[in-house]
């Protein structure tokens, strides 16, 4: 067994195939290659393979500070290949990710693992994490959702005066991206349970505007006269014939007015019209409001994500 750097060349769809097991929402060879070659200054990271007498692909690691991450603050991620548990290929993969750590300063280490992956948790928990917070997932039903009873919750929202428009509407211009940003920002910040911080515009720009699934369509705001309330957004996956709601926000001094459960509604209708069958969602357990929403629109319960937390010294 081997530990080594990733190759981009060889190790690609290995890596993709292993990611896949253990995530709901696939992603390609593409997407994760993009995301590899992401250009940012400042971010620190280190990804690694595991490997067998063969050269096969057995597991694989990552350790990265973004850059709007805390200094000590690295999130980890590791899986390996199901044939390969238990023979040590995991732990092998977790001291290299804590020595490149501890060799960065690191003060703090989180990962997040699935509510179904019992052995992932005891992993964690045997190697000194503890669980932060919880992720409720939910899923509706694009087929089987009927809007009709909720109509009257968007034509409360567009008499106040409330219109939804999305960046496709306003030309998809860097204007518009940051008016849409700036909200995301907000409310990202100020969901209850979150305690850290979110990416700066220009690594929005090209992380998510950038991305091979970003669709300006599916970027939408809530306007009240010229000034933004609320967003949401939403990832087509035609593989899966699904969407996800990557978030719904709406700032602190307008909610209370329907206009969250209108966004929803409005992409659900978005996300429906473009061939999805479900829609899914992540939302923090702390987060009554949202959930209740979700329950409201018939959102079905699913095993969620732990988010786990380790604090460590920067010492080798």
Known sequence: MQIRPINPERDFPAVVKLHNCYEKEPITVEQFSQYFHLDVPGRTNRRRVAVDEQGKVCGYSLCINETWHADGFYYVWLCVAGKWQKQGVGELLYQDVEAFGAANGASLLTSEIREDFSSALRFAEQ????????????????????????????????????????????????????????????????????????????????RICGADWYRPQGQLGALLGDQWVGMSAVNLNPETHGAYNLMTGVLREYRGRGIAQALKLKIIDYAKNNGAKYIRTHNNSKNAPMLAINRKLGYRPEPGVYEVRKGCTSQI
């Open 127 to 206: 190697h000194g994490f503890h669980i932060e917070r919880h992720l409720y997932e939910s899923t509706l039903d694009l087929e089987q959702f009927d809007p009709a009873p909720f109509q009257a919750v968007l034509h409360q929202v567009e008499a106040q005066g409330v219109r939804f428009v999305s960046l496709a509407d306003l030309g998809d211009t860097q204007e518009a991206r940051r008016k849409l940003y700036q909200v995301n920002y907000t409310t990202a910040l100020d969901t209850p349970g979150y305690d850290g911080d979110w990416m700066p515009f220009d690594e929005f720009e090209q």
